[in-house]
């Protein structure tokens, strides 16, 4: 399975974004799908998750900004990114893995989100 990442840009701080992970077949076998995020100059950092069965875990500092969620239909994974902060800019990237624990052994090609102040 592919993954390719899409939807960042430039926005105002404040503004919202969605962001999606479009994969080239079926996720259903994807026990977890996450997002990650780099900001320039530090390490990738991870923001959320969620399982096959929908359970989901977010990063503290975007708890209560953004929402992952996944379609199976779509083989598309979201990334709902509201009240955007300029700490918030970074490539985001998505990740899978056909199980439950592991390594991360799908990556998609990120995409940039600028967020200004």
């Known amino acids: 399975v592919q993954l390719q990442a899409s939807g960042g840009g430039l926005v105002q701080a404040g503004g919202s974004l969605r962001l999606s992970c479009a994969a080239s077949?079926?996720?259903?076998?994807?026990?977890?799908m996450a997002w990650y995020r780099q900001a320039p100059g530090k390490q990738r950092e991870f923001i959320a998750r969620?399982?096959?069965?929908?359970?989901?875990v977010y990063q503290n500092s975007v708890k209560d900004r953004f929402t992952i969620s996944r379609d199976n239909s779509k083989n598309t994974m979201y990334l709902q990114m509201n009240s955007l902060k300029p700490e918030d800019t970074a490539v985001y990237s998505c990740a899978a893995r056909p199980t439950i624990s592991g390594t991360w052994d799908r990556w998609g090609q990120g995409t940039l989100v600028t967020v200004s102040s």
């Open positions: 969620i399982t096959s069965g929908g359970s989901i």
């Open positions: 077949e079926s996720i259903a076998g994807l026990a977890v």
